[in-house]
């Protein structure tokens, strides 16, 4: 068995209470303005940002360190092409056929159907795996912990990063995603978590009327 070797904590900052207090009111001003948009314009975002961003995402905590995800990052215009059509298949399955009533009845506000046009429109789709387990230098098999929660909390970090730096995202997952990973050539330990749209908002991008729970409602003090 591997011993733990610790190092001293690296780069932690304390502020005074003040200017706690004031970093996160403006971090939540900043993330308040976040919206999920739907159209998207095809203007080009530099690599080097996106490439950033998923940094960001890899200083996720993980379930033992393990770090089971994996970005894929899809700018080519026919691969873009061929997630839309194998995705607006699914899609349609699901608004016709699969989905309970109630179901659509909650999606009803947002105004979405089967049709995806920003899974080509938008410069960037990024398809986020969840690895169920990985390899180890001999090739042995490595058991994955909390796959799932980790690979949530880096999409999460995805996100944020993505909206700071003054991107739109969409997070779509259409049910089943196996297309994702056969369409990209991922591994058969990988299954794709979720699919994120990114670019610029469209000049005329609108979004749903809708308003988030306030503080008493989505947490409690003891």
């Known amino acids: 068995m591997s011993e733990a070797r610790f190092i001293p904590l690296p780069g ?3 502020y005074p209470a003040a200017e706690m207090k ?3 009111q403006a971090f939540f001003e900043e993330v308040n303005r976040r919206r999920t948009v739907r159209q998207f314009s095809d203007r080009p975002v530099p690599r080097g940002v996106i490439e950033q961003c998923l940094r960001a995402a890899g200083t ?6 393990r770090q089971p995800w994996h970005f894929v990052v899809v700018s080519d215009p026919d691969v873009k092409r061929r997630i839309r059509e194998a ?10 056929h699969r989905a309970p009533a109630d179901w659509l009845e909650a999606l009803a506000p947002l105004g979405t159907d089967e049709n995806k046009p ?3 429109t938008a410069p960037y789709l990024i398809v986020i795996f969840a690895e169920r387990y990985a390899s180890g230098p001999d090739g042995q098999r490595l058991t994955n912990y909390y796959v799932t929660e980790s690979v949530g909390l880096a999409t999460g970090l995805l996100i944020t990063a993505l909206h700071h730096s003054g991107l739109a995202t969409l997070t779509h997952t ?3 995603m196996g297309f ?5 050539g991922r591994p058969d330990n990988e299954r794709a978590f979720l699919l994120l749209v990114v670019g610029h908002p469209a000049a005329d991008a609108v979004v749903p009327d809708i308003r988030r729970k306030p503080l008493e409602q989505i947490a409690t003090f003891r």
């Not at 995705?87 to 349609?92: D, I, L």
């Open 12 to 14: 932690y900052r304390e």
């Open 22 to 24: 004031q970093r996160a």
């Open 60 to 65: 996720a905590p993980s379930g033992a360190n």
């Open 87 to 96: 995705a607006e298949r699914e899609e349609h399955e699901f608004y016709e």
């Open 118 to 120: 920003f899974l080509e």
């Open 174 to 176: 259409p049910s089943p």
């Open 180 to 184: 994702l990973g056969e369409i990209l």
